[in-house]
């Protein structure tokens, strides 16, 4: 998966379904979170992964208010040991460890949605019921929660201020191309797909034109106001998808499975 594409999988997912993450892929996420970087390689972190779903909900509301952290399959404390950092940079090492914290947290998040998992960063919760809950001992402090799961939706990508509002660049950057997701439709041209799938797709507006669909199944899809020309549909076929207004050579297809 490119980055790019990896960056826009990942979302805030506040809802996950009864499957659990198996022990490798949750050791993969916490691995990622190792390799994070962080200031003098003192690691000055400690995660605490919580998989006992009883466990979990009992998080609810104790710790955490949302109703939601209960379906998740784990969730993970990421906590900061900041003495060495303190002691070698003074006050501000304590804030070196938390950004050591917040670096480990994105890692996760970004390997559990390459693995096809989601997760939320939950930085509201009741520190002193989460160290009790957890064990955690006096000289860490948990600043970060992550619940994991299966996600049961796919949230919508949200949208983000331009790097005009953001961004103040001193010197001459040249040029920034400008990434308007909005004016550059998908385009797939002179493709090979053989036994490909697409799976829940909203493709309203989309056209195709001169393309070999045999033996081709839609399931449960929307094409609302898709154009489909020049095309072989020889084997098609059509399940669970609203044909309204559908026609084929002019000829309307509701009215057409309507004829005796």
């Excluded at 949605?113 to 000289?139: K, N, Q, S, T």
């Excluded at 201020?161 to 990434?179: A, C, S």
Aim: aromatic share 8%; charged share 25%; with cysteine.
């Amino acid at each position: 998966m490119e980055f790019q594409e990896l960056m826009e999988k990942r979302r805030s997912v506040r809802g996950f379904t009864e499957d659990s993450i198996p022990a490798e892929a949750l050791r993969e996420i916490l691995y990622a979170g190792l390799r994070a970087p962080n200031a003098c390689n003192l690691q000055s972190w400690h995660f605490y992964c919580l998989c006992d779903r009883a466990k979990i909900a009992g998080l609810v509301p104790r710790v955490y208010g949302g109703e939601w952290m209960k379906t998740a399959s784990c969730v993970i404390a990421l906590c900061v040991k900041p003495a060495r950092l303190v002691e070698r940079f003074g006050e501000r090492g304590g804030m070196f460890a938390i950004q050591d914290t917040a670096a480990a947290a994105e890692n996760m998040l970004l390997r559990a949605a390459d693995l096809g998992y989601g997760g939320c960063w939950v930085g509201a919760f009741d520190e002193d019921a989460c160290r009790e809950a957890l064990g955690i001992p006096g000289d860490e402090r948990p600043v970060i929660l992550l619940p994991l799961g299966v996600p049961a939706s796919e949230p919508p990508l949200r949208d983000r201020l331009p790097l005009e509002d953001t961004v103040t660049f001193i010197g001459n950057p040249g040029e920034i191309p400008q990434h308007d997701r909005t004016d550059k439709p998908f385009e797939l041209r002179s493709a090979y797909l053989p036994n490909a799938v697409f799976d829940d797709l909203y493709l309203g507006g989309a056209s195709f034109n001169n393309i070999c669909l045999t033996d081709a199944a839609f399931t449960d899809a929307n094409l609302s106001g898709a154009s489909i020309r020049g095309c072989s549909l020889k084997g098609l076929t059509i399940e669970d998808c609203c044909t309204d207004g559908l026609t084929v050579n002019g000829v309307n297809v509701d009215d057409l499975m309507k004829r005796p």
